[in-house]
């Protein structure tokens, strides 16, 4: 009887055990954002919400990932870590951008020697290649770049048809900009450095994407939109919108 007691007791326990879901491992995204070389980026986050913006672009090991005019390198650490050894960053600053950021290029070439899998590349133009077809082109506040005089204004239109082009057919176009009052259209890109998402959105449908998702996660009604980005009152939590395109499968 006692054997027997024993027997129902351990099968009991064994089918409760498999009734309980064992804890999943973390995801790319959790374990890149935990990574212990990002304690320098880590005081922006609570700021720049890395887990929601990063998880629009449904990056995956072994993807590759354009990382359009990327500063000190805050996203590109994010993406090398959730596309493994077996994918790709390419950080690309366009010719005339780059002439302004000589101190961020060279801050990421440093992250890309400890990091293996990004790219630094300088366009000689504006026109945005990539070495070869990608999986998310992600340009983070810089969209509106494109229509200023530094630049040489080769149009934002342009830009989204490029990205178009070197992306992968399904691939992802996500698009982080400063937001202008409804209606402004490009009229505030050289002045206040923000651009109208509806101007956005026509641009990139216009080029052949579809508008896929968004983030609200950036939105700060306490911008009233009608000053430069950089002014002290609003610097660093300008009112953003974040958007998701995706190129036709076929």
């Known amino acids: 009887m006692g054997n027997r007691r024993t027997f129902l007791f351990s099968l009991a326990a064994a089918l409760a055990a498999a009734a309980v879901p064992a804890s999943s491992a973390p995801s790319p995204l959790a374990r890149s954002l935990a990574d212990p070389a990002r304690a320098q980026d880590r005081a922006q986050d609570a700021r720049r919400h890395p887990a929601q913006l990063v998880a629009l672009a449904d990056l995956k090991p072994g993807q590759r990932v354009v990382d359009l005019i990327p500063g000190s390198g805050y996203w590109s650490r994010i993406f090398s870590r959730i596309v493994g050894p077996r994918g790709r960053v390419y950080g690309i600053w366009p010719a005339p ?13 440093t992250l890309a020697s400890q990091y293996g899998n990004i790219d630094v590349l300088v366009e000689p133009g504006t026109r ?19 229509n200023d005089k530094f630049m040489g204004k080769p149009g934002s239109q342009s830009f989204a048809r490029d990205a178009y082009r070197i992306l992968k057919p399904g691939g992802l176009f996500i698009v982080i900009d400063h937001m202008s009052a409804p209606g402004r259209g490009l009229g505030d890109t050289e002045t206040f450095h923000r651009i109208d998402r509806a101007t956005v959105i026509r641009e990139a449908t216009a080029a052949g994407f579809r508008l896929a998702g ?20 609003i610097r660093g939590h300008t009112s953003q919108f974040a958007l998701k395109f995706r190129k036709p499968a076929r």
């Open 214 to 233: 968004e983030s609200n996660v950036l939105r700060n009604p306490k911008d009233p939109l009608n000053i430069p980005v950089f002014d002290r009152s």
């Open 128 to 146: 945005l290649t990539a070495p070869q077809p990608v999986d998310v082109v992600w340009t983070s506040q810089n969209y509106h770049d494109y």
């Open 97 to 109: 951008y780059a002439h302004e950021a000589m101190g961020d290029i060279q801050n990421l070439r």
